[in-house]
């Protein structure tokens, strides 16, 4: 049974300029009509999947960017159901979404995990990226989720134009919280960033990813994953479980999940946007037999510092996984691509900088 749930809140009070997810800018009457269908959607999965869940992640979009009325009403709809008793419940807000006083009413909805989007801590970076706060603002907001007693993780992008990265990363770092994901900026189709011909210099991108990893290990994070620092004991639970292909529920458009499936390994649902999702159409069901599995495990967990279980891939797949791909395993070994243990396969620093490539090997063989 799954034991994660994903919610997808699309609304934004801005569009930013590298944006793809599926978001919004809100208006009363479409707010409404979401929150509705929410309480329908939330009732009848629920009634199929009635487990206890772990880890519940409300994501966006900008969720923070709702009222506290709306909010609350989102409370009370998983109070019907499942609740938020996880042990892990995190929360997307933007810097300016929040104060010190609204803070504390996310404590009592149950919230205990805050990803604040800061993005940079430089006001050149941050105009850059069409954000709406300045440096200021942002490590502001930072040092009140931790006052308030929040695990608090931070996003920063890097490869921005006119960007100090290390900059960045330390005075990140020095604010006390405790995870970080960095994301290499990309210029995804039909953005704004793509209509401007913006162009991302690849060879510096690389190069970010070993500086970062060299300024956040001095401050004792730990890369966990190719995005991804902690410190011990606040990775992210609920993308752990994505990355080692656990089962998960997803609500709101736009949104995706990964279900038990007859026959199959697993079913990869995507709710449509929202238009469609408001009448219940245009859902896409993928359904992945034992090879399509393997070949998305190899792609997540070989960007963890956990690896590939053969256990896992066993476990679900029936197929040894050792015996299977052997020879192409032992030929990314000795290319220092991988590297290799009784129980697990994992992606070398050089390996993580060619993930792509090596999981088309795979693909390929």
Known sequence: MPKSLYLHVPFCPHICPYCD????????????????????????????????LNTIYIGGGTPAHLNDQELWRIVKIFDKTWGLTASEISFEADPLS?????????????????????????????????????AKQGLQALDWALQAGFSVSADIIASARGQDLASDLESLAKTGVQHISVYSLT??????????????????????????????????????EVSNYAKTGFESKHNKNYWQGG???????GAVGFLPAKNYIGNRRANAHIKNWLVDTGQEDYFLDAEEYIYDL???ALRTSEGLSFEQVYKLTGV???????QLVKELVDLAMLELSQTHLYASQKGLLQINGIVKRFMDN
């Open 21 to 52: 997810f599926h978001k919004m800018r809100r208006n009363e009457n479409l707010v409404a009509a979401y929150l509705d269908k929410l309480e329908h959607n939330v009732l009848k999965l629920y009634e199929r999947y009635p487990t206890k």
């Open 98 to 134: 929040f104060d010190k006083k609204r803070l504390e009413v996310f404590k009592d909805m149950g919230f205990n995990r805050l990803s604040i989007g800061l993005q940079s801590s430089q006001d050149n970076v941050l105009k850059f990226l069409g954000r709406l706060h300045n």
């Open 187 to 224: 210029i995804e189709a039909n953005t704004p960033f793509a209509f401007r011909n913006i162009k991302i210099d690849q060879d510096k991108a690389a190069d970010d990813i070993l500086l970062t990893k060299e300024i956040l290990s001095s401050f004792n994070f730990k890369h966990y």
């Open 247 to 253: 089962y998960y529920l997803a609500l709101g458009p």
């Open 298 to 300: 190899v792609y997540s």
């Open 320 to 326: 040894d996984f050792m015996l299977r791909y052997e």
